[in-house]
Every structure is written in C-alpha cells, then in structure tokens.
C-alpha cells in the first residue's frame, strides 16, 4: 500500500466484524494511516478510569446481553437497568463524546446505531468464510483443534449478534445500515483497509497523495 491517504474533513467511521475476520486489525490499520484514533475495547479502559471500576470485569460485559456480574455491588450511578444496559448507555455516551471531537474509528458496539443521528458517518462490515476464520483463530489464539475454534466462532457471534439486535432495530452481518460489507479471506486486510480509503475518496472525504 504506497500511496497515503489524507482526509479533507471529518467523517465518523464505524467498523462491525465476525469473529474471527481481522476487522479490528483493519480498523486499527485504517486508523494508522489515517492518523485518527480508534475505540474498540480502549472504550472499557476509559469507562474503568471515568467510573473506578475493574476493567477486567467490565470485559466480561462487554457486547453482550443480560450478563448481571456483580450487580449488587457495581458501583454505578445509572438509575435503572443491569449492569450491561448501564454498561452499553456508558459506552455510547463516549463513543458520542469521541464522535463530536472529530474523526475517528468504531468498532462493533452498535457505534453504526448510535450514531445514527451524526452527520459524516460511513459503516462497514468485515466478514469472512467460516474456513478462513478457524484458520485465522487457530493462529491467532494457538488453538490446535479445528472443532474448539469453530464453537469459540459460533458463540461470539452469536453473542455479537444477540448484542447487536438487542440494542437496535437492525439485523447484524447484513447491509442493514452499512455502506459496504467487505470480505477479509478475499481481499485480505491490506485490501479492505484500500477498499474503504478508495470509499472515502468517491464520497469526498478523502484525497490520495503522491
């Protein structure tokens, strides 16, 4: 990837994945070379630090629905709700925060939702083939067993997909919201990242630079 990309304005990006299809390793790269930052689980970082809380049990929370851990004694401020409905209000409420400072990158999290009122917002959605994301899981994680990586998929995406559903009134993984579904086992990650950089620059948010 030679050529750089510099933005003319703000744009809001949202990134949603399958497990297992490297779209945060896309959102990350696109960050990089867009030189804006990008909130994914950095997001529970700064809830921890905003509200004193355990970062590590926030991420027990973290896109799912109806987990009630440590409920009785998470000190919240939140009036009503479990612990991840007050978690989700909290996350969307800096990711609208982060919205209005300027350019940035979100990935899952409903961001594509919450932001449905902003202007300058394009969302993507990375997936892949079953296949290719056992292969991508067994390397990334080291898991020897085909089977185990294939349930590990099967229940985060089911966990993705309950959040995503629960919380608004989209399908997940579908063009439901999204400017572009990319496949990341065809392009590979270096394509999808060019893929939505030659988006920016058709939609004008974006010149490549020699």
């Known amino acids: 990837m030679s050529d750089t990309v510099k933005l003319k304005r703000k744009v809001l990006i949202t990134v949603g994945r399958e497990y297992g299809s490297a779209g945060h390793i896309v959102a990350r790269r696109l960050g990089e070379r867009l030189s804006i930052p990008v909130f994914d689980k950095n997001l529970l970082t ?4 905003k509200h004193g809380l355990d970062e590590i049990t926030l991420l027990s929370s973290d896109e799912r629905v109806g987990n009630l851990f440590f409920d009785s004694y998470a000190p919240y401020s939140a ?4 612990i991840s409905e007050r978690l989700f209000v909290m996350q969307a409420n800096i990711i609208k925060e982060e919205a ?3 350019s940035a990158i979100f990935v899952g999290r409903c961001a594509n939702d ?3 009122k902003y202007d300058d917002v394009l969302s993507f959605f990375i ?3 079953k296949e290719a994301r056992i292969d991508y899981i067994m390397r990334a994680d080291d898991i020897a067993d085909a089977s185990a990586a294939d349930k590990i998929i099967r229940r985060m995406d089911k966990a993705r997909r309950n959040y995503y559903q629960f919380y608004t009134d989209r399908k997940w993984g579908t063009t439901d919201g999204m400017d572009m579904l990319l496949n990341s086992a065809g392009l590979g990650i270096d394509g999808c990242v060019r893929a939505i950089e030659n988006y920016l620059v058709l939609r004008g948010y974006a010149d490549y630079e020699a």
């Open 100 to 102: 209005d400072k300027g």
């Open 79 to 82: 009036e009503s709700g479990s």
């Open 114 to 116: 919450i932001l449905r």
């Open 127 to 129: 997936f892949a083939p």
């Open 46 to 49: 700064i809830i921890a630090r």
